[in-house]
């Protein structure tokens, strides 16, 4: 789907624990660099290829990948992105997410599930096994950190908002160009109403409240959130009711 010039949000199939749904990376491009935000879940390699040449993008001038956090919903095809296009894709996190990419620390989302390995139903035991499996099967090099306030030359500029509460390194990007908030995790769309992400999906409740606030600082018309898709309605009001707890 067309956000502005240069910028669409893509729409991969994806099965989220057993329930049909859509994941929704965003490619941003221009005349010499082709980015794209999140790579879906493990073997979407395809998917993905198939969605960006049908924006019209050939997958093989990808050159950088953004990665807005580290659970495997995101960070899933990027190994096999870089195995297809080596040497020629550089990867973007924030800095406190590069160690859990890098496979130097435990995934949160892993580390939550180890916490409470006893308790759990089978069902769940086995995803934690693939989870972990994958991980450490699958670490991946970040090339360059990111940090709060930093702009990248692209597409108008788009502004790294280091917004922390769903994972430690979480980030957000904003395009002040076309008042675009590419939101990650942060915020998800559900039946047509913006909301803040479910706290059970969050490692820390109080620093993402407090990430929703920073939100409120940017003009945003439009938030593409990566469960969910598109919201624009009334945008910069509805995110401050969130920040207030509404
Ligand atoms: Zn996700």
Same mark, same amino acid.
């Given at each position: 789907?067309?956000?502005?010039?240069?910028?669409?949000?893509?729409?991969?199939?994806?099965?989220?624990?057993?329930?049909?749904?859509?994941?929704?990376?965003?490619?941003?491009?221009?005349?010499?660099?082709?980015?794209?935000?999140?790579?879906?879940?493990?073997?979407?390699?395809?998917?993905?290829?198939?969605?960006?040449?049908?924006?019209?993008?050939?997958?093989?001038?990808?050159?950088?990948?953004?990665?807005?956090?580290?659970?495997?919903?995101?960070?899933?095809?990027?190994?096999?992105?870089?195995?297809?296009?080596?040497?020629?894709?550089?990867? $973007?996190?924030? =800095?406190?997410? &590069?160690?859990? *990419?890098? /496979?130097?620390? #435990?995934? %949160?989302?892993?580390?939550? +599930?180890?916490?409470?390995?006893?308790?759990?139903?089978?069902?769940?035991?086995?995803?934690?096994?693939?989870?972990?499996?994958?991980?450490?099967?699958?670490?991946?090099?970040?090339?360059?950190?990111?940090?709060?306030?930093?702009?990248?030359?692209?597409?108008?500029?788009?502004?790294?908002?280091?917004?922390?509460?769903?994972?430690?390194?979480?980030?957000? $990007?904003?395009? =002040?160009?076309? &008042?675009?908030? *590419?939101? /990650?995790?942060? #915020?998800? %769309?559900?039946?047509?109403? +913006?909301?803040?992400?479910?706290?059970?999906?969050?490692?820390?409740?109080?620093?993402?409240?407090?990430?929703?606030?920073?939100?409120?600082?940017?003009?945003?018309?439009?938030?593409?959130?990566?469960?969910?898709?598109?919201?624009?309605?009334?945008?910069?009001?509805?995110?401050?009711?969130?920040?207030?707890?509404?």
């Amino acid at each position: 789907m067309k956000i502005a010039n240069g910028i669409y949000m893509l729409e991969i199939s994806a099965n989220i624990l057993g329930t049909p749904s859509v994941i929704n990376p965003t490619l941003i491009w221009d005349n010499d660099t082709v980015i794209l935000i999140d790579t879906g879940f493990p073997g979407q390699l395809p998917l993905i290829r198939e969605a960006i040449e049908k924006v019209g993008v050939s997958f093989a001038k990808l050159n950088m990948v953004i990665l807005t956090h580290q659970d495997i919903d995101h960070v899933g095809s990027l190994s096999n992105i870089l195995k297809e296009l080596p040497n020629s894709v550089k990867v $973007l996190a924030h =800095k406190e997410e &590069k160690a859990y *990419i890098q /496979g130097e620390k #435990l995934p %949160v989302k892993v580390a939550q +599930l180890e916490a409470h390995l006893n308790s759990l139903p089978n069902e769940m035991k086995a995803i934690y096994e693939k989870m972990k499996a994958f991980y450490e099967n699958n670490k991946s090099s970040i090339d360059e950190t990111l940090t709060d306030g930093e702009e990248l030359p692209y597409s108008g500029g788009i502004t790294v908002v280091y917004t922390p509460g769903h994972t430690p390194g979480h980030i957000s $990007l904003y395009s =002040k160009h076309y &008042k675009v908030l *590419i939101a /990650g995790d942060i #915020l998800q %769309v559900q039946g047509g109403a +913006l909301i803040q992400a479910p706290q059970t999906s969050n490692f820390d409740t109080n620093s993402s409240m407090e990430s929703l606030k920073k939100i409120t600082q940017y003009d945003i018309e439009t938030v593409i959130c990566y469960h969910g898709g598109v919201y624009k309605d009334n945008t910069n009001k509805r995110i401050a009711e969130l920040a207030n707890g509404l």
